[in-house]
């Protein structure tokens, strides 16, 4: 049993909304040029100081995501001042990027000599010890890919270390973290799996995002 | 044995040491370096009968000879050690493990881990844990001489590849970061800091091998030590560290370490003598009586007992004692009445613990001192700061009338008798409850001083032991003694604990040896009930029996012992003392 799609129809969604919404989820990945063409042929506003700051954005991610952790450190430390200082977890991450790139190139001597310089001091502190153990532990194998700690080379953790960073730069700029549309989705999956629970399971099938946009 | 060998002294073999530990099986190794020519001398192992058994239950000669091999090596007896090998033609090492102790000694791990193939361990994963700990200990040699290129290599290289601990090779490599490091605090205990004596690394590789590659250091001084735990074990009157131990006979302790005379009679109380309890130092006595007063009595240094104070105060009789865990208060509990708290060297009641309406029917101390426990009739258990302010109350069938209450010296468990024949232990911190079910009426119980064991007074005249460390198993049973209308107690005593006393309601004191459950001494003395006994927990020779003949008898060692101790040894005597009880 499901929800008869003709309940949809009674709701009303305004224009405005649905523009707010795609512009939220253009301003958090940083698509200026769509952006500006959204902008065009809706009459929204956005400031030129707004497209500046996604345009720096952008370059500290990219700069992350193709593996110059280091420019990309230098960047939001110009753009941000005091945002890695309060937030050494990221900035633990983003030295870790380098400290892989630099295995991946098989530069062993200048990972081995930058991580003394830069990971050790977060040795001091407990939490990062189990970190810090996985990362050195890369140096120790000829072939890392093969290493138990092989995730730490992926695409996907360099991808959820970039998230982090767009997150904590624009909350440092108080501007929401997570785009309105992502937010909405999530809404959609929570009160569903309540739903779930309350009415027993049988009732309702738990929420999927691909089967509902497949339905529609 | 033919050979020109043989006319060379063994001291000639034997060289100036090396910088580290003699390696055992020292002049083989010593010989084996000297020259090709005498390289005969490394005698057939085989030959000499490896089977050939000695004394009566099948002890390989070989391991024998072995076992003493090493004895006589750790002692230093170096000569007499390869004296041995030689007359007997069995070596103590082969000489790939004596080769093999010489290159970690010497710091040769290449040349080790190869010896380490061929000798003789056909496990291949022992192999890998064994190179991986050399390897580990040639990376930190090489971090504590600041190589740390090389150590690098030698784990890249050489440890990564073993797959073996892929954890440990996580934290060698965070040791990297850190080449002179000193790191201890904020990590796990596991960490070495830096690397450890070559000659540990020795042992921990002894430890892996299997004995037949490697004799277990030590193994004749824990054998002997066995035999010699398994006698102590056996002997049912074990109660008293005095007596040497000696190799030469069995032990074995005659009946006089026991105490089985009475040495004094204190005849204070004007009614039945319901409980006592030494204290936890050993240096006073208190008991409790139904003529409705508690005493406090102090052991003197000759281990004469004389009254010290009287307690009066309670308006029914008094029936149980509890003292605080640094001996410097006590409480009594009268007979569905109240609790009294009384400083023990002024004899003064401190305070009066009582709730409402309701009775108190027992009282215990928390082991930190700080508060007081109490079973009331309405069958819960209620929890007192010192002040009087109620802290908690459990209530719900904690607790039946008649009952003892008993916390665990780390404050974790409270014990009780909840129903007739159930016991519950409350797990302070969870509140989750454990029980001992029996079949019969619980009388009383008492708890062992280490918290494991508790010893179970039933109707039917049984005393029942019971672990409750971990899973609640029974343990032991003890008969001998009658009980049938009243209250009697037992408890744990002597050396270690390792007696169980109880009174008996024919008048006579039982003894019986824990660990083998049997009956050693019954005292006959008391003209009435015997209600309850404590042993001192200071004076492993000491008793005191409370009775129905209004009297509390000291009991004592039957004859004086050669060696006095300042406590508790009491002269011998022809008649028996009276104690006058001076009041002071």
Known sequence: ?216 | MGGAEDDEPPSKRVKASYSYTQPKGYSNSSFLKESATCSSMARPLASQGDDELIGSQGIKKVEFVRVIADALYSLGYSKTGACLEEESGITFHSPTVTTFIQQILNGNWDGSLASLRKIGIADESIIKSASFIILQQKFFELLDREKVMEALKTLRTEISPLSVNNNRVRELSFFILFPKSRITDGLSGQRMVKSKARSELLEELQKMFPPTVMIPDGRLLQLVEQALDLQREACLFHNSDAGETSLYVNHQCGRDQIPSQTVQILQEHQDEVWYLQFSHNGKYLASSSSDNSAIIWEVNLDGKISLKHRLMGHQKPVSSISWSPDDSQILTCGVEEVVRRWDVSSGECLHVYEKGLLGLISCSWSPDGKCVFSGLTDKSIVIWDLDGKEVECLKGQKTVKISDLQITSDGKLIITICKETMILLIDRESKSERCIEEEQMIVSFTLSRDNKYLLVSLVNEELHLWNIEGRIRPVAKFKGHKRSRFIVRACFGGLEQAFIASGSEDSQVYIWHRGSGELIETLRGHSGAVNCISWNPVNPHMLASASDDRSIRIWGLKQLSSKQNGKGKSPVNNGIQYCNGATI
């Not at chain 1, 500290?60 to 450190?73: T, V």
């Not at chain 1, 110009?78 to 892989?100: A, C, R, T, Y």
């Not at chain 1, 190139?105 to 502190?125: R, W």
């Not at chain 1, 992502?182 to 309702?204: F, H, M, N, P, Y």
Request: charged share 25%; proline share 3%; aromatic share 8%.
């Open chain 1, 1 to 216: 049993m499901d929800i008869d799609p003709k309940q949809y129809e009674q709701i009303k969604i305004n224009d405005k909304d649905s523009h707010n919404i795609i512009l939220s989820y253009l301003i958090h990945g940083c698509y200026k040029e769509t952006l500006e063409s959204l902008v065009t042929s809706t009459g929204l506003k956005v400031t030129n100081a707004q497209l500046e700051d996604m345009e720096k954005r952008k370059r500290i991610l990219h700069s992350a995501l193709e593996g110059n952790a280091l420019d990309a450190i230098h960047l939001t430390e110009q753009m941000s001042p005091d945002l890695l200082e309060n937030n050494k977890d990221l900035l633990f991450d983003l030295l870790s990027l380098h400290f892989v790139e630099l295995i991946c190139s098989k530069k062993q001597t200048e990972a081995l000599n930058f991580g003394q310089a830069k990971l050790a001091p977060f040795g001091k502190v407990q939490k990062y010890v189990g970190k810090l153990e996985d990362f050195m532990g890369l140096l120790a194998y000829v072939e890392p890919e093969k290493s138990p700690m092989f995730h730490l080379l992926s695409l996907e953790y360099r991808q959820h270390v970039v998230d982090n960073l767009n997150r904590a730069i624009l909350a440092h700029a108080y501007m929401p973290s997570f785009s309105k549309l992502e937010r909405i989705i999530q809404q959609a999956t929570v009160v569903r799996q309540c739903l779930s629970e309350e009415l027993g399971k049988d009732v309702l099938s738990p929420f999927s995002l691909k089967d509902f946009l497949k339905r529609s």
